[in-house]
């Protein structure tokens, strides 16, 4: 099979950062649970545009990210198993190659170039399962979709939509279990 999974928010800790450290450049005090909507400009009524999503592109924030806990485990286990991995990713080209090594490579080492699709439009990449927390990446796509829970995507239904809410990767791994890949 092919799995495909996002890594922002899924494999690495990107909005938690991202948060924190717009929180620290601009003296605000938001949460990452404040965060209800996909773009990140509606927590932060005051910035720029540019001063929100300009943040994604300062090197400190690869410095900080960190994996998601139980995600390295269950992604070598779906390659022992002898599927195909890919990390489908829309990361911004100017510092693209500092996340895949700062963070992507460093915390997922069985990962090569090989196993990396960059795309602003996940939905013309084939696989069999996609592991995504942005529900526009997962509608209307042809895998099996698995939603990662996250506040900006927590009142969507998604089971009414054809897909697993998941808020693990132990979750993720039971799903993947139940769809015979593990």
Known sequence: MIILTDADGVLENLTH????????????????DDIREWDMCKAFPGLTREQVYGMELEDEIYNRMRPIEGAAEVLKKVIDAGHQLYVVTDTPYQIFKQKMDKVIFKYYPFLTWKNIIVTSNKKIIKGDVLIDDGIHNLEGADYEKILVSAPYNEYYDAEGNGMHRVHSWNEIENVLVKMGVL
């Open 17 to 32: 950062v991202w948060v924190e450290l717009l929180n620290e450049t601009y003296g605000r005090d938001v949460k990452y």
